[in-house]
């Protein structure tokens, strides 16, 4: 046990100056008896951005999917400001695009299809939609099904239809892995651009350590299974973000810190084995 490691009670957690928005509590999770998550607490800042960053497999994707819903919990809780997850207006971009959209649906339909659940009339669709188009600076047909889109395209029609709804939280896992450079840049900054009109509380997935950092305003580290919190690595650089902040002072040092964390659990791992 390496004595510098935090500890993952929500009482140490974000030295981000803001109030908790989701927090989880005693969370327990094991697949085929093998422990994931033991008595898990954690509390996500509020109009924050905080990306997760950690080994393969060591459950980023599984904490996000049992934040949103999408996997039952063994055993704990989920708040957002207080509220269960029926009570909250949430956003999940899943990392495979491809079986994300309604194939047999055209883009402007997989963005409309959350707004139509939540009962919004034509008028009130067509309008939302509209905003997205002209936010997002779209040029290509909305009218086209999806195998008819680029993947970045197709990307961008999922991101759309995640902020349709105007969600509080917007969960991201590996948004942009998929995409080519030119692509992931400009989506990047899409995201900050939302990020910075909506101050919609963000959970970003990303194995790219750049990415983590450069959009996060907290970079959660995490162990390899079973997963604690190795530490909270803070990046307060002013935004927008740009081009230029990935050479500042304080994001070399910002990466430099979670490259130690990242390492120190990866060997605390092989000393283990
Ligand atoms: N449905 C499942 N059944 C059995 N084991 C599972 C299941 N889903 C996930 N796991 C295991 O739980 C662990 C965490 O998986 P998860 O996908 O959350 O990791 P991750 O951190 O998102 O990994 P990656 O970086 O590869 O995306 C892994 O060891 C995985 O094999
Ligand atoms: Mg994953």
Redesign the pocket.
């Known amino acids: 046990m390496n004595a510098a490691m935090s500890p993952d009670l929500a009482s140490v957690s974000s030295k981000v100056d803001a109030v908790p928005h989701i927090t989880i509590r005693g969370l327990t999770k094991s697949?085929?008896g093998q422990p994931?998550y033991t008595n898990f607490n954690l509390d996500f800042p509020k109009g924050r951005i905080t990306s997760i960053f950690?080994?393969?497999?060591?459950?980023?994707?599984?904490?996000i999917?049992m934040a949103a819903g999408l996997l039952p919990m063994d055993s704990g809780e989920v708040l957002f400001d207080g509220k269960p997850l029926s009570q909250t207006v949430i956003g999940y971009v899943f990392q495979n695009y491809r079986d994300a959209l309604f194939p047999w649906k055209r883009a402007i339909d997989n963005i409309r299809y959350p707004l139509k659940i939540a009962g919004k009339s034509a008028g009130e669709c067509n309008a939302r939609t509209e905003e997205l188009v002209q936010s997002f600076d779209i040029r290509f047909d909305l009218n086209r099904y999806p195998y008819e889109l680029s993947g970045g395209q197709q990307q961008l029609v999922s991101i759309m239809r995640s902020l349709a709804v105007h969600p509080e939280v917007l969960f991201l896992d590996?948004p942009f892995s998929a995409l080519d450079y030119e692509m992931t840049l400009f989506m990047r900054d899409k995201l900050q651009d939302i990020f910075e009109a909506t101050g919609t509380t963000m959970i970003l997935?990303s194995?790219d350590l750049d990415e983590a950092v450069y959009l996060a305003d907290e970079v959660l580290m995490l162990t390899r299974?079973p997963t604690r919190i190795a530490e909270r690595v803070v990046f307060d650089a002013p935004r927008p973000r740009t081009p230029a902040t990935l050479t500042s002072d304080a994001f070399t040092r910002a990466k430099a810190r979670c490259l130690d964390v990242f390492q120190r659990e990866v060997s605390a791992r092989e000393l283990a084995l």
């Open positions: 697949f085929a994931l950690g080994p393969n497999g060591c459950g980023k994707s599984t904490m999917n590996e997935v194995h299974r």
